[in-house]
């Protein structure tokens, strides 16, 4: 099974909407999102604006990561819980310095408006 960071990096929808709970919920550095279509569409374009992640630790249901949004590095917490078919019903990411989350948020704002 492919790494949820992993799939979220490389965009790849297919691989995440196999692995998503129809009512997952999101809850990313701005606000809490639920079901699958709207979480998949998030997670693919937020693979966008990620830059080379690398994972750096790995626990269970709990993966650290560097990356970078832009020119910013950043440092990642991706938590992930799953139902006893293991398919993700819940998602927390988190991100830091503030600095990299405002650069990120900005990102993720342009790319939404875009579409």
């Known amino acids: 099974m492919t790494r949820l960071i992993d799939a979220i990096a490389a965009s790849d929808a297919d691989a ?14 701005v606000q809490t999102y639920r079901g699958r279509d709207q979480v998949l ?3 693919t374009i937020i693979g966008t604006i990620l830059d080379a992640a690398d994972v750096t630790r790995e626990l269970d249901g709990v993966t650290f ?9 950043v440092d990642g917490v991706l938590v992930q819980r799953t139902d006893e078919y ?21 990102r ?4 939404l408006a875009e579409q």
Request: net charge negative; proline share 6%; no cysteine.
């Open 16 to 29: 995440l909407n196999a692995t998503l709970d129809e009512d997952v919920v999101f809850h990313s550095p």
């Open 41 to 43: 569409h998030l997670l």
């Open 65 to 73: 990561f560097a990356a970078y949004v832009g020119e910013h590095p």
């Open 86 to 106: 293991g398919r993700i019903t819940e998602i927390t990411l988190m991100l830091r310095p503030l600095a990299a989350l405002q650069a990120a948020v900005a």
């Open 108 to 111: 993720m704002a342009r790319a």
